[in-house]
């Protein structure tokens, strides 16, 4: 099914052994270029400008001075190596190019050669080499060879994080025309339209209004998923992947029924029908903030009280760790633009919500009646996506984004079981195709990235009959979806988490 | 006032410059680089002390490091840990009198020295033997790790087998504190030893060795997690929102 080898699965051990090197082994896999119609409606030029090493010089300056990240990073490796093994596409393809440091030296020897004195009177003895055109190949092949998972950057002795070198690389690129489709013509349909797919409001209430009959038709109750609801209590912000993607759109009915027996009035957006952020994965601050925007005038625009956030792991990101910066989604702003907002939100709730935080409230409360005989046909497992894991929170302690997500699961399912220490919670191993590289000229790297997860995975179906993994991301899941097979492993294994929550709520009894 | 002294003395006196104005320069610009994002690596404290307690763990006991790579950890443990101690040992010939906790101090000093070469050369070992370690490897790397090994075992070699008159050597560094030159002792040694100190004070602001302030201005450790809770703001962040709320 494939011209490339799947990697092998060793049941013995948690973590895949380290690889002997093949240096350069994926240096051919690069991702489509975007054309200039995905270019410039961002704003980037639409091919590699004339003078590009200048302007990608000139950029890496300009980022330089505006992200303490990056020149840090940059100055601090010590090359110790410990972030070596831990990168699951190193693992998966053993191209030491993958190893987080050496894909961090890719930038960072043209940083040295540029903005360093070591780098610029003895180039040789640092490391450091000009922007040629092979290097700027190099940076389009590796740096769409990071999922920005972060997983690096728990291990660094520093915190390094690779994903933050990545950004910065990808928004060089695309300053100097060269991007990638993939996220670029997302980013184009999510701030002309409002979500990742295109998918206009019309087509949107369309596929709200079926799924609102299939519910009926499965239950028996009226479940209501409502868009552009004025004055409604909450306003949805879900990835679109939910409204159509499998087993995402199970995910949607699950929050529609908890909202629905938890009597809370809640609304999406048209507008703003995309939780999903793709300006992230490229590192532009500003196409980021442009498509946050969105969120902050329809939550105004609606009147809304609370705003919650669906099951999605960069999106989680962005709106825990960012919103507040980027649009003024949280609390404690002392400025007009963040007040402005912030006055018209309920302080009794956090801002932004994950779904998972306000179902296992409502469980805490109970205000929701829970039959989990209604799984009793799985063992569930649950995947911590990456970005959730290690650059966000749930609740209000530390590790709440491990704990109540399974919380949740753990309430709606009598058996469930963790995989390997070191492939879960804080160490987990990313999906293999977050950070923009859920494409399919990207399957290579999704394939081999996947080895880890799939190991850990393949050890607790084995031992502990395993036959659901969960997950809260929209891009997990449809990796997931598309890679298990090659796996040897059904793909209708992968869940939402509330798709467990969804088949075990009885609607209607509440007390 | 013999040549050497002269030379040996100005050199220190650059190499404290280079050393003293690179660092300030450097952690100038790390301090006024702003961070616009929050992205401590999570789980993270929700509190500033929480933050410290963090930072200290990874300062004093490589928290992350040991989590990582026990040997690395063991090794390069090992060498920072000595290498603190001996450089607390050498501060008796910057002062007088010598502070008591000095003078205490000065046996474990010497079996330090032993164990930073023996750190050093575990990582150095790494460095050529395993694979992956090797590949990341530049020749500064290794360049680095014989210097500091020169140094060190330089070091021992004045304290063991070749002894040097210390009072005077004293006498040169407080000289040098007090502008008043005093003369040097000749021993190869000696020199061969301040010379590769000399080496590495200058280049620690120009190399990797910045990892030392870097560590503190990481904004995966240093950060408290509190996104939620407080608009996090950076000075060319807010002009974006002048003229559209
Ligand atoms: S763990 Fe950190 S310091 Fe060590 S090689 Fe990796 S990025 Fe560099
Ligand atoms: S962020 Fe993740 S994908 Fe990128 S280098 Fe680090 S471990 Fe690998």
Known sequence: ?511 | MSLLTVVFALLFYVATLILIGGLAYRIRLYAKTPAPLKIPTMPAPTTKSGVVVRMASEVVLFNSLFKSNKWIWIFGWMFHFALLLVVLRHLRYFIEPVWTWVVLIQPFGIYAGFFMVLGLLGLWARRLFVERIRYISGPSDHLILALLVAIGVSGLMIKFVFPTDIVAVKAFFLGLMRFDLQPLPTDPMLLVHLLLVAVLMIIFPISKLLHAPGIFFSPTRNQVDDSRERRHLAPWAAKLEQGND
């Open chain 1, 1 to 511: 099914m494939a011209d490339y080898e799947i990697p092998k699965l060793n049941p013995e051990l948690d973590v895949p052994e380290i690889p002997a090197l093949e240096p350069d082994k994926m240096a051919g896999l690069k991702p489509f270029v975007a054309a200039p119609a995905h270019q410039e409606p961002l704003g980037f030029p639409g091919e590699l400008v004339d003078n590009w090493q200048q302007v990608a010089i000139d950029k890496m300056g300009e980022l330089l001075g505006k992200y303490r990240s990056l020149q840090v990073y940059l100055d601090s490796c010590v090359k110790c190596g410990a972030c070596t093994d831990k990168c699951h596409y190193f693992l998966g393809t053993n191209d030491p190019k993958n190893m987080p440091v050496a894909r961090q030296d890719l930038l960072r020897s043209v940083y040295r050669r540029h903005f360093t004195f070591a780098g610029k009177y003895f180039p040789k003895l640092v490391g450091a080499r000009d922007l040629t055109e092979e290097v700027l190949d190099e940076w389009y092949s590796y740096f769409h060879q990071c999922s920005q998972c972060r997983r690096c950057s728990v291990y660094c002795p520093y915190g390094i994080d690779t994903a933050e070198i990545s950004m910065a690389a990808r928004e060089i690129m695309d300053a100097v025309g060269k991007g990638q489709k993939y996220c670029n013509e997302i980013l184009g349909k999510v701030l002309k339209i409002g979500n990742n797919l295109g998918l206009p409001e019309p087509a949107l209430v369309d596929t709200l209004e079926g799924l609102e009959e299939d519910i009926k038709m499965d239950t028996g109750v009226d479940v209501r998923l409502p868009v552009d609801v004025k004055g409604a209590e909450v306003l949805l912000i879900t990835p679109s992947a939910d409204f159509f993607a499998e087993p995402h759109i199970d995910g949607l009915i699950g929050y529609a029924k908890v909202f629905h027996q938890a009597g809370i009035s809640w609304t999406l957006s048209s507008y703003a029908s995309e939780a999903g952020n793709f300006g992230m994965f490229i590192g532009s601050y500003d196409t980021m903030r442009k498509a946050a925007l969105r969120i902050r005038q329809a939550a105004l625009e609606l009147g809304v009280k609370r705003i919650v956030v669906g099951e999605c792991g960069h999106a989680w990101r962005v709106a825990y760790s960012f919103w507040n910066t980027l649009t003024g989604v949280g609390a404690g702003a002392d400025d007009p633009f963040g007040q402005m907002l912030q006055k018209q939100l309920d302080p009794r709730y956090p801002q932004p919500q994950h779904i998972c935080e306000l179902t296992s409230d409502l469980i805490d409360r109970g205000a929701l009646k829970l039959d989990k005989s209604a799984n009793d046909h799985r063992v569930v497992t649950f995947h911590d996506s990456c970005n959730v894991a290690r650059a966000t929170r749930m609740g209000d302690r530390p590790g709440g984004q491990f704990e109540i997500p399974r919380k949740v699961i753990q309430s709606v399912c009598a058996n469930y079981v963790d995989m390997a220490p070191d492939t879960i919670r804080q160490n987990t191993f990313c999906c293999g195709g977050g950070g923009g590289l859920l494409t399919d000229d990207l399957m290579e790297i999704r394939v081999k990235g996947a080895m880890p997860r799939m190991q850990a995975l393949d050890q607790v179906m084995n031992e502990n009959g395993v036959n659901t993994m969960a997950s809260i991301c929209a891009i997990c899941k449809s990796q997931f979806s598309k890679v298990l097979p090659y796996y040897d492993k059904p793909m209708h294994m992968i869940a939402s988490v509330h798709q467990l929550v969804s088949d075990s709520i009885i609607l209607g009894a509440k007390e």
